[in-house]
């Protein structure tokens, strides 16, 4: 299933993708901060930034340019950070997010 994962760490990605997001489901009081904590950590899992993710989020006009914006990021696991970008699109419109 994730034959060429891309990323510095294909392995930890499709760990972190199969094993860890799918727990995460709730509202956005729940969920804002621990998704955007494991997006930072995609960016730079030896120095994670979330004040960066938290910065970048606040200077949006949409939900449309969020994900623009995150996409264009490069991540160190990037099939897990696409994931993330996606659910955090789903907490700003829906107030909600599931993995599945």
Known sequence: MFDGLDGEMPSLDAAVLMKVLPKFHGSRTRLEAPLQAILAWCANPDAPDVA???????????????TAKLSRSTYCCP??????????????????????
């Open 79 to 100: 099939h897990t950070a696409g994931r993330v970008v996606r659910m955090l699109q789903a907490l700003y419109t829906d107030g909600f997010a599931a993995f599945g």
């Open 52 to 66: 960066l993710i938290v910065e970048n989020l606040g200077h949006v006009e949409s939900v449309y340019d969020l």
